[in-house]
């Protein structure tokens, strides 16, 4: 089993959709988690930290449960400048990277 | 204050020559991790270290490649005899150093041609 494991995609969504993206992780002793974005050939971006209450910025909301070890991304009123590869990383005691889900928008 | 810095950013070499990239990591910052990644793939880990010391480094291939961190100058991943199977966009992060929390800071990158 993968330490980090997203959903592929792409999702491709019109401007103005609601899009979320999961994650799910295999070390229960994950202390920290994230999410990044990367755009084509250039480097990751942090987008947000996640934390257990949860924790929006603007049109950007993460949930973390450490139950079901899964983590989430919510997306509202999507934009152009969206489209991206978002990242899921969970920290146990390095930075470990899920694949990437791809995300389209379209106008 | 600049952020992370990688050189070169691009860097081809002959199947069988070395390559050496280097990190400079953010004022402040004393840890390194290393990833690398291919075409339309994810980004694989490869090894974090933090000043003079290696904390982990289960994803270095076992022949060829080695990193370090020196207690001055940059940190360096050196891959010898380079082969095709190496070209790939090489990333390097830095983050302050708390294990249990915090966030890394990319550079740019050194993607890697092998003619």
């Known amino acids: 089993r993968k330490e980090v494991e997203q959903d592929p995609g792409p999702f491709n969504v019109p401007e103005g959709a609601t899009v979320a993206f999961n994650c799910t992780y295999s070390n229960s002793a994950s202390q920290s988690f994230f999410w990044y974005r990367q755009d084509c050939r250039k480097e990751p971006k942090l987008l947000m930290s996640v934390y257990s209450s949860g924790n929006e910025d603007g049109r950007f909301t993460a949930q973390l449960n450490r139950a079901s070890q899964y983590i989430s991304l919510l997306i509202r009123d999507s934009k152009l400048s969206d489209s991206a590869t978002y990242l899921c990383v969970v920290n146990p005691n390095k930075l470990v990277f899920g694949a990437g889900t791809i995300l389209r928008v379209k106008s | 204050n600049a952020g992370v810095m990688q050189n070169p950013r691009h860097l081809v070499r002959r199947r069988g020559q070395e390559a050496r990239l280097r990190c400079s990591p953010m004022k402040g910052h004393s840890h390194v991790y290393w990833y690398r990644q291919l075409p339309e793939e994810g980004l694989k880990f490869m090894v974090y270290?933090?000043?003079?010391?290696?904390?982990?480094e289960s994803g270095m291939p076992k022949e060829r490649f080695s990193a370090e961190f020196p207690k001055e100058g940059p940190s360096i991943l050196r891959i010898q005899q380079v082969v095709r199977g190496d070209s790939a966009a090489y990333f390097c992060?830095?983050?302050?150093?708390?294990?249990?929390?915090?966030?890394?800071?990319f550079g740019q990158g050194t993607r890697l041609t092998v003619v």
């Open positions: 992060a830095s983050s302050p150093g708390d294990r249990g929390g915090t966030e890394a800071f």
């Open positions: 270290l933090q000043k003079e010391n290696i904390i982990d």
